[in-house]
């Protein structure tokens, strides 16, 4: 007779609360309340994005490039000028243009064709907005808040509704911070396990190789999310140390430093691969711009190595063009008039009617709703100090990825005076959202010692009514300006009446 032994129970150390804090991370992301709200908010953002998508007629503003290039590349793999019947010369990578090719393979080379791709990226990052929210304040109310606050952005709602290339730039932009911030919890949970259990410390787990990913994607679509990588490889380096140190391990920089910098090699070669894969259709023709560059010049061109060197030319001329880029264009603008609405883009101004007025206008303006555009501003002068003062990583965190979007800009601007629109400032706009709603948090949620008893929940049923009145007044400034958003006709006097900055939105 064979007895089966039952295996030992694991004993669970004891682990000092303040370590414990220490190494806090979310659990509970199956929150049925979190989903709830995440999934109405999220409609809320779809409705608005896909509703009369089609209404535009025609190419509307850089429509006549991306779309365009999108068809073509559906029927020549490559981009294609049809004046001369060959290769046309393009200074963005390919996947935003595959993307919206998607859109036109289903509905056809149509409005609604080439608009639903990048209305269905602008519903995600709602949703991938909400869920980074939850695991950075782990409360559904303040992560619906952020969710919500990016949907009744006219900014994005406009860019959601035009095919440009800036919406998938700034889906895949949240999508690797998002694969960051989940790797901190992991890499957090790991370590609480290990000093309960007296486990070997934990293994990095693949989501910095998802971030990778991520982030191959975004260069994918235009180079500026390479701005973003050394910021959010920083963020992860430091996040692994504090790990650590909270561990009570000994030399906490020193000790995991070869590991941490080989997942950070790892993700920057995934991201890597995943770029060259979005050449995909430019290596397999032969057709594309620059393909055989070597061999027209009498040069060698051995297999895949000769394929990568004429990549890598094509690359040098496009940064030339880039870096060489001043002229003057009636919509450019600065990067310190982003945040100020300093100058919008108008992006359709067509002839109107039927509007119950003697003259009517129609137009599409891409201008940040304002209400929530001028608290950006206000909410990064909190977040500096609430980072400070709280030494608190999340304010750090959403600060790094606003400046990964914006203070590349001011380089450019001071040292090139490179012609720029503001629509540049899309991927920062998450990280503003939330910061934001972290200011809004901090006015509902007063510190531990402030108050007590009676008065801190008085305290906080102030604070939740004025964070409340904030987004209700979002809300109500949204729409308002919706048929500038979306280009409803309206009565002349009404569109006046909305150019609140007189000449410089007009």
């Known amino acids: 007779m064979t007895t089966t032994l039952a295996p030992e129970p694991t004993v669970l150390r004891a682990v000092p609360d303040i370590v414990r804090r220490r190494l806090s991370h979310l659990d509970n992301w199956l929150s049925p309340h979190s989903w709830i709200v995440t999934g109405v908010v999220v409609a809320i953002a779809a409705i608005l994005r896909l509703y009369g998508l089609g209404s535009a007629k025609g190419y509307v503003f850089d429509e006549v490039y991306y779309p365009t290039d999108a068809w073509d590349m559906l029927q020549h793999g490559v981009e294609w000028d049809e004046?001369?019947?060959?290769?046309?010369?393009?200074?963005?990578?390919?996947?935003?243009?595959?993307?919206?090719?998607?859109?036109?393979?289903?509905?056809?080379?149509?409005?609604?064709?080439?608009?639903?791709?990048?209305?269905?990226?602008?519903?995600?990052?709602?949703?991938?907005?909400?869920?980074?929210?939850?695991?950075l304040f782990h409360s559904a109310v303040l992560a619906?808040?952020?969710?919500?606050?990016?949907?009744?952005?006219?900014?994005?709602?406009?860019?959601?509704?035009?095919?440009?290339?800036?919406?998938?730039?700034?889906?895949?932009?949240?999508?690797?911070?998002?694969?960051?911030?989940?790797?901190?919890?992991?890499?957090r949970r790991g370590w609480l396990r290990s000093l309960e259990t007296g486990a070997t410390p934990p293994r990095v787990p693949g989501w910095l190789l998802v971030a990778g990913v991520c982030l191959g994607l975004a260069c994918g679509v235009k180079w500026s999310a390479l701005f973003f990588a050394p910021f959010f490889a920083a963020l992860a380096l430091v996040w692994r140390v504090q790990a650590r140190r909270s561990a009570g391990v000994s030399a906490p920089l020193r000790s995991g430093i070869a590991g941490d910098l080989g997942w950070l090699?790892?993700?920057?070669?995934?991201?890597?691969?995943?770029?060259?894969?979005?050449?995909?259709?430019?290596?397999?023709?032969?057709?594309?711009?620059?393909?055989?560059?070597?061999?027209?010049?009498?040069?060698?061109?051995?297999?895949?190595?000769?394929?990568?060197?004429?990549?890598?030319?094509?690359?040098?001329?496009?940064?030339?063009?880039?870096?060489?880029?001043?002229?003057?264009?009636?919509?450019?603008?600065?990067p310190w008039q982003w945040l100020l609405i300093g100058r919008p883009v108008n992006f359709y101004w067509p002839s109107a009617s039927g509007c119950g007025a003697p003259s009517c206008v129609r137009q599409i303006l891409l201008l940040g709703t304002p209400v929530l555009w001028w608290s950006?501003?206000?909410?990064?002068?909190?977040?500096?100090?609430?980072?400070?003062?709280?030494?608190?990583?999340?304010?750090?965190?959403?600060?790094?990825?606003?400046?990964?979007?914006?203070?590349?800009?001011?380089?450019?601007?001071?040292?090139?005076?490179?012609?720029?629109?503001?629509?540049?400032?899309?991927?920062?706009?998450?990280?503003?959202?939330?910061?934001?709603?972290?200011?809004?948090?901090?006015?509902?949620?007063?510190?531990?010692g402030t108050?007590?008893?009676?008065?801190?929940?008085?305290?906080?049923?102030?604070?939740?009514?004025?964070?409340?009145?904030?987004?209700?007044?979002?809300?109500?400034?949204?729409?308002?300006?919706?048929?500038?958003?979306?280009?409803?006709?309206?009565?002349?006097?009404?569109?006046?009446?909305?150019?609140?900055?007189?000449?410089r939105w007009i």
């Open 376 to 448: 950006f501003l206000p909410a990064l002068a909190a977040l500096v100090w609430f980072g400070i003062a709280r030494r608190d990583w999340r304010a750090w965190a959403i600060g790094t990825g606003a400046a990964a979007g914006l203070l590349p800009w001011f380089y450019y601007a001071i040292m090139d005076g490179r012609t720029m629109f503001s629509f540049y400032a899309l991927p920062a706009v998450p990280f503003l959202v939330l910061a934001v709603v972290y200011a809004l948090g901090a006015i509902m949620t007063p510190p531990e």
């Open 451 to 503: 108050a007590t008893g009676p008065a801190r929940k008085d305290r906080q049923l102030v604070g939740a009514v004025v964070a409340a009145t904030y987004v209700v007044l979002v809300a109500l400034c949204f729409a308002y300006f919706y048929p500038i958003f979306v280009g409803q006709s309206i009565p002349y006097e009404s569109w006046s009446q909305r150019m609140w900055l007189g000449g």
């Open 265 to 334: 090699v790892g993700a920057l070669a995934v991201a890597l691969v995943i770029y060259l894969a979005t050449w995909t259709g430019w290596f397999v023709t032969d057709t594309g711009y620059f393909r055989h560059y070597r061999e027209a010049n009498a040069l060698s061109e051995p297999p895949v190595i000769g394929a990568l060197m004429n990549l890598w030319h094509y690359h040098s001329e496009a940064y030339k063009f880039h870096s060489g880029l001043t002229s003057k264009h009636p919509y450019q603008s600065w």
């Open 144 to 187: 619906g808040a952020a969710g919500l606050l990016l949907a009744l952005d006219g900014f994005q709602l406009v860019l959601s509704r035009i095919s440009l290339l800036d919406i998938f730039l700034g889906l895949f932009i949240l999508m690797s911070f998002a694969a960051v911030v989940i790797d901190r919890d992991h890499y």
């Open 83 to 135: 004046k001369t019947n060959g290769p046309a010369y393009v200074v963005h990578p390919p996947l935003g243009k595959w993307l919206i090719g998607l859109g036109e393979l289903v509905f056809g080379n149509t409005e609604l064709g080439w608009r639903v791709p990048t209305a269905i990226a602008g519903t995600l990052m709602v949703l991938v907005l909400i869920r980074v929210a939850y695991r």
